[in-house]
């Protein structure tokens, strides 16, 4: 599974992934930012993602206690990679720092499946799950699972 490259505009918040060719990489008048990656130990780090299997969903929750979700500190981005589909969902403060995602919508005939606040981007292949979650003070971070 190859690295993603992720990029987040600081005026509005919004999210490209795998921009092909530099496209889309202007928002706002500016240009959207490439973040960098941050990885650590998820019994030790609450930006961690960790993955919660239960009842045929994927549950990717941020920080085994959970993360802060005030104004001034929360997680606005979660996406779950798997099958060579990413599927993320945008978080405003006082959610939870958790999103849900059903398996089926990573098969190849869904690949333009989405639920609410989900959007999709295609690329990669294996069976690896990868989880990114993206903080609005400490950046974005990555677990494998």
Known sequence: MRDRM???CDACGDYVVDSADGAYLDCCGRSRVK??????????????????RKEGKLTVRVG???????????IDWIGLEMDGMLLSVTL??????????????FSR??????S???TAETPSASGKIRL??????HGLWKAEA
């Open 6 to 8: 992720i990029f987040r």
């Open 35 to 52: 973040l960098a990656v941050h990885a650590g130990d998820a019994s030790l780090e609450m930006h961690v993602p960790v993955l919660e």
């Open 64 to 74: 085994k206690a959970g993360h802060p979700m005030s104004r001034e500190h929360f």
């Open 92 to 105: 405003k403060p006082g959610d939870a720092p958790a999103a849900t995602f059903d398996p089926a919508a």
């Open 109 to 114: 005939e869904n690949s333009t499946a989405r």
């Open 116 to 118: 609410s606040g989900e």
């Open 132 to 137: 990114y979650a993206h903080c609005t003070l």
